[in-house]
T-cell receptor, first 115, second 110 residues
Framework: DTAVSQTPKYLVTQMGNDKSIKCEQN?????MYWYKQDSKKFLKIMFS???????INETVPNRFSPKSPDKAHLNLHINSLELGDSAVYFC??????????????FGQGTRLTVV | GESVGLHLPTLSVQEGDNSIINCAYS??????FIWYKQESGKGPQFIID?????DKRQGQRVTVLLNKTVKHLSLQIAATQPGDSAVYFC?????????FGTGTSLTVIP
């Protein structure tokens, strides 16, 4: 069974469109994340979401918004897509701090290409 | 903000040799440090972690060393194999926030 799954794996869309990437985890974790990986492989945290507490990286444009319908899902909505949004987006989840686990589990990534 | 960086962006080693990947961090308050491996087309995968109150931790063919005095973390891979070719990231955890450094691309030469 896939621990963290995100869909779609590839997404090609035109500038100005609005798109969503879905993420689901079956690990029972309380904390989920969205990361953006650029062409130089740098992983930048965008959001973390823990028990309805959203922590936002202040550098993330407000065109990006996470939506969590329940604890197992954290979807990423992007409005008015721009060329610079092209990247690979990773969803991840981790157990709560202090529970003994430190590992964040990552999905396989969504390669977003804006044309 | 936090800053985690690697000294070398690329590293090439001969198969069978040992590999050492280095990482510098800036946040003395980090609770854990983790190494991740990312193969092409996949998400990062956990390799090994170390608590901030430890200096060394060993796994299968991997050893992580933590030098808090100089804020330096290293990953040693023994008897490097072709399957070890990947991008390696160090990450520091503060609270439940994971901060990743710039990756190092390891290429194993057969």
């Amino acid at each position: 069974d896939t621990a963290v799954s995100q869909t779609p794996k590839y997404l090609v869309t035109q500038m100005g469109n609005d798109k969503s990437i879905k993420c689901e985890q079956n690990l029972g974790h309380d904390t989920m994340y969205w990361y953006k990986q650029d062409s130089k492989k740098f992983l930048k945290i965008m959001f973390s979401y823990n028990n309805k507490e959203l922590i936002i990286n202040e550098t993330v444009p407000n065109r990006f918004s996470p939506k969590s319908p329940d604890k197992a899902h954290l979807n990423l909505h992007i409005n008015s897509l721009e060329l610079g949004d092209s990247a690979v987006y990773f969803c991840a989840s981790s157990p709560p701090p202090g529970t003994g686990g430190t590992e964040a589990f990552f999905g396989q990534g969504t390669r977003l290409t804006v044309v | 903000g936090e800053s985690v960086g690697l000294h070398l962006p690329t590293l090439s080693v001969q198969e069978g040799d040992n590999s050492i990947i280095n990482c510098a961090y800036s946040n003395s308050a980090s609770d854990y440090f983790i190494w991740y491996k990312q193969e092409s087309g996949k998400g990062p995968q956990f390799i090994i972690d170390i608590r901030s109150n430890m200096d060394k931790r060993q796994g299968q063919r991997v050893t992580v060393l933590l030098n808090k005095t100089v804020k330096h973390l290293s990953l040693q891979i023994a008897a490097t194999q072709p399957g070890d070719s990947a991008v390696y990231f160090c990450a520091e955890i503060t609270g439940n926030q994971f901060y990743f450094g710039t990756g190092t691309s390891l290429t194993v030469i057969p």
